[in-house]
C-alpha cells in the first residue's frame, strides 16, 4: 500500500466516520470524469477518481480500517534495530527476575546481530547465576572474547565464574590473558593478584 489514504481524501488520520463521508462525496464529486471535456483530463480524473472510491471503500468499515492504520504503523526496522529494542527488553525482564524470558530475549538480540559482545555477555551472566547452566556461560564468554578481544569484561566475567566454582587455575590464566592485552586494567590486576596467591 503506497498510497495514503487518508491524504487522498485530505481528511486527518483521526477522522469520524461521518468526516471520512462528507470527504469522499466531495472529492467524488470534484473529481467525477463526466465533468471534463478534455480526454487527457478525463483519463487523469478516472484515475484519481479510482484512488478516491479505493481510499474511502478501505476506510468507512472499522475492520478495514484497523488493519489499514496497523499497516501505517508497521516499520521494518534494521538489525541493529531490532537486536537492540530485543536486549532492552531482556534488560527489563531480567531486572523483574522474569530470567527464563530474559534469556531467550538475549538470544533473540544475538540472532539479530551475532557479533556484538554485549548480547553476548548479557545471556552469560544470566546463565553464570544457574549452576546447571555455568559451562554454557563459560562458552558465552569465550564467544564475548573472540567478538570483542579488548574488552576486558569477558575476561574479568569468565574468570569470576571459574573462581567462584573453584577452578583456580583457570581463572588465573583467564587474568594472566587478559593481562598480555590490557596490561594496565585495575581490575583485572586485582583479581589475578587474589587467585595468584590462594
Known amino acids: 500500500m503506497n498510497d495514503d489514504y487518508y491524504k487522498i481524501l485530505r481528511v486527518a488520520k483521526t477522522a469520524s466516520a461521518g468526516e471520512i463521508k462528507k470527504a469522499y462525496l466531495q472529492s467524488a464529486r470534484e473529481n467525477h470524469p463526466d465533468k471534463f471535456k478534455e480526454p487527457a483530463e478525463r483519463e487523469e480524473a478516472g484515475r484519481r477518481f479510482q484512488q478516491i472510491t479505493e481510499a474511502f471503500n478501505q476506510l468507512r468499515d472499522d475492520k478495514t480500517r484497523q488493519e489499514y492504520d496497523r499497516s501505517l504503523s508497521k516499520v521494518t526496522k534494521t538489525p541493529e534495530e531490532e537486536g ?115
Do not use: C, W
Open 84 to 198: 537492540r529494542l530485543y536486549f532492552k527488553n531482556g534488560e527489563l525482564r531480567e531486572q523483574s527476575g522474569k530470567y527464563d524470558n530474559a534469556l531467550k530475549l538475549y538470544y533473540e538480540a544475538m540472532r539479530m546481530q551475532p557479533q556484538n559482545a554485549e548480547y553476548i555477555l548479557a545471556a552469560g551472566r544470566l546463565m553464570a547465576k544457574d549452576k546447571a547452566k555455568q559451562r554454557q556461560a563459560a562458552e558465552l564468554f569465550n564467544q564475548a572474547m573472540e567478538r570483542d578481544p579488548t574488552s576486558p569484561e569477558p575476561h574479568l566475567e569468565l574468570g569470576e565464574l571459574y573462581s567462584r566454582t573453584g577452578m583456580l587455575v583457570r581463572a588465573k590464566r583467564v587474568y594472566e590473558n587478559a593481562l598480555k592485552q590490557l596490561p594496565n586494567h585495575p581490575e583485572l590486576k586485582r583479581r589475578f593478584a587474589k587467585v595468584k596467591d590462594k
